[in-house]
């Protein structure tokens, strides 16, 4: 199982950046995606999540509104849309993904993932 998550990079604030998570190994339609970062000292955060049927989406209160979780199941990659960002967006984000018979369902803690990424910086500038 290999998930590969790029589209990071340095921004200013206000601006936006799409990050790309592709996986291979695994089923991918039987999957539920999720995002989560990491600022340097700073624990590990949640950010998005999506069913595996990209009908359901979850997110945290620090990025809604400004962020889009999205999936192509045909091309086995799921999105993160970043619009509006903050210089507090900083951070190693992270993909994940794990099995499900739960169609509609999000999950939100790192320990409900067996599969991650290996992170891409997000860098934004004030």
């Known amino acids: 199982v290999q998930l590969q998550a790029s589209g990071g990079g340095l921004v200013q604030a206000g601006g936006s950046l799409r990050l790309s998570c592709t996986a291979s190994?695994?089923?991918?339609?039987?999957?539920?995606l999720a995002w989560f970062r990491q600022a340097p000292g700073k624990e590990r955060e949640f950010v998005a999540s999506?069913?595996?049927?990209?009908?359901?989406?979850y997110y945290a209160d620090t990025v809604k509104e400004r962020f889009t979780s999205s999936r192509d199941n045909a091309k086995s990659t799921g999105y993160l849309q970043m619009n509006s960002l903050k210089p507090e967006d900083t951070a190693v984000h992270f993909c994940?993904?794990?099995?499900?018979?739960?169609?509609?369902?999000?999950?939100?803690?790192?320990?409900?993932?067996?599969?991650w990424g290996q992170g891409t910086l997000v860098t934004v500038s004030s």
């Open positions: 994940a993904a794990r099995q499900t018979s739960y169609s509609g369902r999000s999950f939100v803690l790192p320990t409900d993932f067996s599969s």
């Open positions: 190994g695994l089923r991918f339609s039987s999957c539920a």
């Open positions: 999506i069913s595996r049927s990209g009908d359901n989406t």
